[in-house]
């Protein structure tokens, strides 16, 4: 019998026909914005959005979007966490300092 490993946080892994969610909740808040996208009050929506991180040509990391859109003409980069790292927030700064994004959390 093949135990089931559990993942660092507990979160479930979701497959769906819109891709693999690391979590329930990040799925749900995707359906949401799914919503908000059919009725027009979010536009571009994408998935896995990717941003490289370079300070004075050298590559430090690569930050992956969990969402992007547009909310009245203002781009939107969201992360759903149900655990802020000390990973995610570095990345937040760095984002902040090398692109001007904010990064939005969503839970």
Do not use: P
């Not at 799914?34 to 896995?48: C, F, M, S, V, Y």
């Not at 941003?51 to 969402?67: F, K, P, Q």
């Not at 300092?97 to 939005?104: E, L, N, P, T």
């Amino acid at each position: 019998m093949k135990k089931r490993r559990y993942s660092k946080f507990k979160n479930v892994t979701v497959t769906t026909a819109d891709g693999r969610f690391d979590s329930k909740g990040e799925l749900r808040r995707w359906n949401q914005l799914k919503l908000l996208h059919r009725a027009g009050e979010i536009q571009d929506l994408r998935r896995q959005v990717s941003y490289d991180i370079e300070v004075l040509g050298l590559h430090i990391c690569r930050y992956v979007a969990d969402y992007t859109y547009t909310d009245g003409g203002r781009e939107v980069v969201e992360d759903f966490k149900g655990v802020r790292t000390d990973t995610f927030r570095l990345k937040k700064k760095l984002m902040k300092a090398v692109h001007g994004i904010d990064v939005y959390e969503s839970s």
